[in-house]
């Protein structure tokens, strides 16, 4: 049974930066696709970003329109951890991140993605 576990969300000004972590346990996490998604509170989870199981840093990596260029995901299979650094932040940002395995085939489709983790809140400040 996997199980993911964020961490690194807050409070932080716009402009501002934050990395996340998902730490993973149980199967090969060298051998996920891992992604990450967001849910703002009324909206619907949209996807951020998205790493496959080959990558070394962030090659493999895709990333949603709105936060190309801001956020960069990688991952460290030695420590069965993905991450999320997070540049410039906006009010837009603001949402509760999850990162999961992707078990289908759309890297950016949630419908593809199982073992979800509880998520950790961001929130940017005007």
Partial sequence: QVQLVESGGGLVQAGGSLRLSCAASGGTFSRY???????????????VAAIAWSAGTTYGANYADSVKG????????????????????????????????????????????????????????S
């Fill in 33 to 47: 696709n891992m992604g990450w998604f967001r849910q703002a509170p009324g909206k619907e989870r949209e996807f």
């Fill in 70 to 125: 801001r956020f960069t995901i990688s991952r460290d299979n030695a420590k069965n951890t993905v991450y999320l650094q997070m540049n410039s932040l906006k009010p837009e940002d603001t949402a509760v991140y999850c990162c999961a395995v992707r078990i289908g085939t759309r890297w950016n489709y949630g419908g593809d993605y199982g073992y979800w983790g509880q998520g950790t809140q961001v929130t940017v400040s």
